[in-house]
Structure formats: C-alpha cells, structure tokens
C-alpha cells in the first residue's frame, strides 16, 4: 500500500500537469480565434486566384511563361507543412504518416521524390529517418506573415524553373472546423486546368477569345509567381489554424483526463486515510480493552 | 440590356464586395475601362486608382491599389491587393498622408526614395480625393 504522503504528492502533480494543460488551452484557443479568422478572409482570394490560373491556363499556350511548363514527371517534390511545437495531438503524426505513404507510392512507380519541409516537428521526424530534405523552413509559425509565403513561393518556383522538380505536391492539415482537420495532398505544379478548374468554377466550359492588357506575357509574369505565394500564404494559415484547433482539442482532452486521475486517486487517498484511522482507533480499543 | 453583372472585390484580408451591379469603371494599367453585363472575357492588371460601381442610379467607388481583374459576361473579380471603400476611408489620416508624403518628395534622397515617396503620395491622393467625395455626396 503505497505511503498516504505519496499520494498526497500524487495528487498535486496531477492538479500542476492540469493547471499547465488548461492553460495552454486557453491559449490554442485565443490562438485559434485570430488565425481562424485570418484563414477565413485569405480564403476567398486564394479562391478566386485559382479560378482566374486555371481558366487561363486553358486558354493560353503553355510555352508562354516558365511556370507554366509542363514536364514529364520523374522528379517529384513534396512540400510537407508540419507545426514547430508538439503537443496538438495527432496533427503532426497525422501528416508524417499520409507524406510516407505519399511519397512511397510515387517510389513504386520508379520516381524520385525529395522532401521540402515547413515546421520542426516534420524536420526532426524526417530527419531522424534520414530521408532526402532539399529545403526545410521553420519558425514561421511564430508570426506568420505574408514574407513567409513570398520566400517560400519563390522558392519553390525558382526550383520548378531551374528544373530541380517536375511536379510538386504539398501535404498539410486543413482547416475545417476548430475540432476537426483534414489532411490535404495537393498539386501545385504543374498547374492542371482540368482538376482544378471543374474545382474553381462552376460557369461551365468558356469559349469566344480573352482580351489580354497590357500584353499576355507581361500579364502572366505578374500574375503567376503572385498565384504561388498566395497559394503557399493560404497553406501555411490553413495549417497555423488547424494546428491551433488541434492543439486545443488534445488540451481539452489532457485536461479532462487530468481531471479524471486526480478523481481516481483522491478517492483512493481518502479511503487508505480512512482506514488508517480505522486501524489506529482498533488498536487503542483493543489496548484499553486489554487493560481492564 | 442582359441584366446585371456580378461584381466581386477580394483582398488577400477579405472578400471586400459581393454585389450585383449595372456597370464598373475600373482602373486598368492601360487606362481605365468600363464594363457592362455581357462583356467579352477580359483580364487586366490594376494600377491604383477609383474602381467605380452603378448599381441602378447610384454611383459608389473604391480605392484599389495594384491587382487584377477578370472579367467574363457575368461576372467581374478584382482581385486587389489593396482596396478600400470610399466611405471607409479616413479622410484626416488620408490627407496627413498626403502632406507627410509631399514633404518626403521635397526632401529628396536616393532615387529608391523618391520613387517610393512618389507612389505613396498617389496613393494618398487618390484615397484623399474618392473620401472627400464620398463625404460630399452623402451630405448633399
């Protein structure tokens, strides 16, 4: 029978561990409520941006601007969008596992595949089993601005450009509610007029010709690249949100089994008190008894 | 006269506008141009300037900083990376601005200086100029 100031000690670890995990509640939740709102109003224009590439993409010559090329594929990137701190429950894992499964399917059919990595948490992991990063970011998370998207997005079309992958696929949690995430695979390159645009739009096929000004080149040269850092600032706030709104649930969760334990062993503390006394008081009445 | 179009302005912070409209004015890097509902399909860039909107008799603008605009018979987006509707638009911040930009002008600098003192002070202006109207208008 353990000791009863071991479980008293017991008992307060168990409420510290709660104070921590409420707190750190408190704060996914404030968290969540400014980049919820954020990923809300960045959404409609990543929308409408994709609308407006895909249509395009249809309609002019794919030679036309770099960007828009599209290669055999043999080289395949994939951009996994993991969180820097742990403890949201099954966020990162979430995305570790669907990524390993991603890219060994592509290894089956004979491509070769390199990793991009935003968040700690996806580089220790991938790191740790020693597959081949090409370019890892982290810390954006911390204050996450629109920079971060353009460094990433240019990166990565400078890349597509130079040659250094064919196709690229990013993998991240999107937001769906504050409870509930959804792990997304994605294709960003080569911009694919079908899928996307049965997606985007719902005008049904175009026809008659598009009026381009200034010159179509010019046009392409500005819209496109900004198309890529839009997407990537909509990706990283989608996946800020949803690791807020994870990291809140496994809070919520801790806090309530926390809760459940310090019941558990309360319960039991009283009763081995209690008994304690119990046993104590037979011994003084037995001993009384024994004097008589 | 096929009806109205639909008139959209996004920013990268929100959906600005969602609206049905008789016509839009809009300003085009090469010039401003005008769209009624049934309009061939379109895509310019922006430079900054007054977006204007008739929904039946009644003429409202917006300042648009840089963006995009496509426009197909039923539908026009303008993607902005800013913009701002005239009667948010503050105009003593405004006109601050402009002094304040003017002032940089005058004194000088590297070239990089000067242009972006010049940029700011049409930005400025435009936005000074839609909000004083717009005040005007809704006094009136």
């Known amino acids: ?292 | 006269m096929p009806g109205k179009i639909l008139l959209e302005v996004v920013t990268p912070e929100k959906l600005l506008l969602s609206q049905q409209v008789d016509e839009v004015i809009a300003p085009g890097s090469e010039g401003e141009f005008g769209v009624l509902p049934g309009h061939c399909h379109f895509l310019s860039t922006l430079k900054i300037g007054e977006l204007r909107y008739r929904v039946d008799q009644e003429t409202h603008s917006m300042a648009v900083l840089w963006g995009f605009a496509e426009v197909t018979p039923t539908k026009v987006t303008i993607m902005a990376e800013v913009a701002e509707k005239a009667e948010d638009i503050d105009v003593e911040r405004a006109t601050a601005k402009v002094a304040e930009a003017e002032r940089r002008l005058q004194a000088g600098g590297l070239p990089s200086e000067v242009k972006e003192a010049q940029v700011s002070l049409e930005k400025a202006r435009l936005r000074k100029k839609i909000a004083e109207r717009a005040k005007k208008t809704s006094q009136v």
């Open chain 1, 1 to 292: 029978m353990p000791s009863l100031q071991s479980l008293r000690r017991k008992i307060s670890a168990f409420k510290n561990t709660q104070k921590i995990t409420k707190a750190m509640k408190m704060v996914a939740a404030a968290k969540l409520k400014r980049s919820q709102d954020r990923i809300l109003a960045a959404r409609p224009y990543a929308h409408k941006m994709r609308g407006v590439l895909s249509n395009l993409s249809q309609r002019v010559n794919r030679s036309s601007h770099p960007l828009l090329q599209k290669r055999e594929g043999k080289k395949i990137e994939v951009l996994v969008v993991t969180s820097d701190r742990g403890l949201c429950g099954g966020f990162n894992g979430n995305i570790a596992r669907k990524s390993s499964e991603f890219v060994r399917q592509c290894e089956t059919r004979g491509l070769q595949v390199n990793l991009s990595i935003v968040g700690r948490k996806g580089r220790d992991y991938f790191r740790r089993r020693a597959w081949p990063i090409r370019q890892e970011w982290t810390g954006v998370f911390d204050k996450l601005t629109f920079e971060h998207a353009i460094d990433i997005g240019g990166d990565l079309t400078d890349n597509f450009v130079k040659g250094t992958f064919d196709e690229l696929y990013v993998v991240y949690n999107e937001f769906k509610s504050a409870i509930q995430q959804r792990v997304i695979v994605e294709k960003l390159f080569p911009i694919d007029a079908q899928e996307e645009f049965s997606a985007a739009s719902t005008e049904g096929p175009l026809s008659g010709s598009y009026l381009y000004e200034p010159e179509e080149a010019e046009l392409l040269a500005a819209l496109i690249p900004k198309h890529f850092q839009i997407q990537a600032y909509r990706i990283l706030l989608e996946s800020a949100a949803a690791e807020h709104g994870a990291r809140m649930a496994a809070m919520d969760g801790a806090t309530r089994n926390a809760g459940q334990l310090i019941k558990k062993v309360t319960l039991y503390y009283n009763k081995t008190r209690q008994a304690a006394i119990t046993k104590e008081l037979m011994d003084i009445v037995g001993g009384a008894e024994a004097l008589k």
